[in-house]
């Protein structure tokens, strides 16, 4: 059984860069033809994507907020990790990763606060 667990702080303070992070177990990062996404859902919002990595390690972002989206990953410990730079409270949101073909497998969701 494919699990994803997100983790990160909880509160991050204006202008300062935001990591998270998706721990995969039950299966590989490396699985050919799997995505991993990370999707938001800012307060009284809808679902937004923030970006994606693919399982040759190639990334994808959303246009916004693109310019201070990262996306890496770490095979030998199988999980994923976003970073967010210059954040702003409009940047609160439960943050989920998803994957599988597409977002068949999802984690529970981290709540981040950014607020001073």
């Known amino acids: 059984q494919v699990q994803l667990q997100e983790s990160g702080p909880g509160l991050v303070k204006p202008w300062q860069t935001l990591s998270l992070t998706c721990t995969v177990s039950g299966d590989s990062i490396t699985t050919n033809y799997y995505f991993w996404n990370w999707i938001r859902q800012s307060p009284g919002k809808g679902l937004e994507w923030v970006g994606s990595?693919?399982?040759?390690?190639?990334?994808y972002y959303s246009p916004s907020p693109k310019m201070r989206t990262s996306i890496s990953r770490d095979t030998s410990k199988n999980h994923i990790t976003l970073q967010l730079s210059a954040v702003t409270p409009e940047d609160t949101a439960v943050y989920y990763c998803c994957g599988g073909l597409g977002c068949n497998y999802w984690g529970q969701g981290t709540q981040v606060t950014v607020s001073s």
């Open positions: 990595m693919d399982y040759s390690g190639s990334s």
